[in-house]
């Protein structure tokens, strides 16, 4: 049964190949050791358009429905699940998106793949919490993470989380501003801030029923 549903995984991801640039096979896996070149973005997406990262994607809807709104900008969308990122590459064929590729990776692997400082903006939508403070260093905003990030984004380009989960998101606000980040905009219920763009994603439209959804957007300081 086991090696039936592998087969069946490795189907659907052959069939949205195209959209993968980052995974487990072994030409394209960013945990291999070997040396690779780092992601040409222009070869990537065959123009120069700002290119926005989003960590831990999920099953794609946020992403898709911002390539779509935005065709003038690049997505690269991140998720360490395989059978969950199926989805979202499935989720952009069937759309017919251009401007959006997919690393089937956790972000801690991905510095091999960008390049320092091409990268215009990073969304975490809904990141995992990781309530307990023994995996604190999981939190995609703990201290080891905006570090990557600070490396990744060019200047003048920012962070944007959104969560529904206020402990983390105080963590969140905490770990940045200890780290050189300066904060842009907040909002402690971003679904009543209109002048704020949003578009949701998944865990978003099932969790905002329940309660304020918070947001900041934030810039390295040295930017
Ligand atoms: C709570 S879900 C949110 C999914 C989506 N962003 C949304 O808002 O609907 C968090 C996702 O992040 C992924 N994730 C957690 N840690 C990750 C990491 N280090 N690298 C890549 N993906 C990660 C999980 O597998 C999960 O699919």
């Not at 401007?99 to 975490?124: K, M, Q, T």
Request: glycine share 6%; charged share 25%; hydrophobic share 35%.
């Amino acid at each position: 049964m086991r090696m039936r549903l592998k087969k069946y995984l490795d189907e659907r991801m052959a069939a949205v190949a195209d959209y993968i640039i980052v995974g487990y096979s072994d030409d394209l896996d960013a945990r291999n050791s070997a040396p690779t070149a780092p992601l040409d973005w222009r070869r990537v997406f065959g123009n120069d358009n700002p290119v926005r990262l989003e960590l831990g994607c999920g099953k794609g809807q946020w992403v898709c429905r911002m390539a779509a709104a935005y065709p003038d900008v690049n997505f690269v969308a991140v998720e360490n699940v395989t059978n969950v990122i199926v989805a979202a590459c499935e989720k952009a064929k069937a759309l017919g998106l251009k401007n959006v590729r997919f690393a089937n990776c956790g972000v801690e692997y991905l510095p091999r793949n960008v390049l320092p400082h091409s990268v215009d903006a990073i969304y975490l939508n809904f990141s995992s919490p990781y309530p307990k403070n023994q995996y604190e260093n999981r939190r995609l905003t703990n201290a080891r993470y905006l570090d990557l990030y600070r490396g990744w984004l060019k200047k003048g380009g920012d962070i944007r989380q959104k969560t529904d989960n206020r402990p983390f998101f105080e963590y969140s606000l905490v770990s940045m501003s200890r780290n050189g980040l300066r904060f842009k905009r907040i909002s402690c219920d971003l679904h009543r801030t209109p002048d704020i763009p949003n578009l949701t994603s998944e865990y978003e439209d099932r969790f905002a029923p329940l309660g304020p959804i918070y947001y900041v957007e934030a810039e390295f300081a040295e930017n």
